[in-house]
């Protein structure tokens, strides 16, 4: 159907910046909304920020506004969360979803249908 790859995660202090990519492939004409989430330990896995794949609209979580901006550049089938003034807090494993119809919450871990293995960052001194 649709695989999703991320790739881009590492180790930044704080206030560094990271980009983050996800690139797909399979029946990619089918996929309405991308998603970027982020899950640390002991915590549920959360929404960062989500594009539409035919606008460009973008939604982002009260967390990251101002800081992060998700974007697109669909010739490459791939999705990016540019990420600024990172913080400690920021720290978890960044995945990648794939909504293929858009009718399920675009906000949450249940509108989306397909997943990438994910990407750690790590924001530390």
């Known amino acids: 159907q649709v695989q999703l790859l991320e790739s881009g995660g590492g180790l930044v202090q704080p206030g560094g910046s990271l980009r983050l990519s996800c690139a797909s492939s399979?029946?990619?004409?089918?996929?309405?909304?991308m998603g970027w989430f982020r899950q640390a330990p002991g915590k549920e896995r959360e929404f960062v920020a989500r594009i539409n794949w035919s606008t460009g609209s973008t939604w982002h979580a009260d967390a990251v506004k101002g800081r992060f901006a998700v974007s697109r550049d669909n010739t490459k089938n791939t999705v990016y969360l540019q990420m600024n003034s990172l913080k400690p807090e920021d720290t978890a494993v960044y995945y990648c979803?794939?909504?293929?119809?858009?009718?399920?919450?675009?906000?949450?871990?249940?509108?989306?249908?397909?997943w990438g293995q994910g990407t750690q960052v790590t924001v530390s001194s």
């Open positions: 979803a794939a909504d293929r119809d858009g009718r399920g919450p675009g906000l949450s871990v249940a509108g989306y249908d397909y």
């Open positions: 399979g029946r990619t004409f089918s996929i309405y909304n």
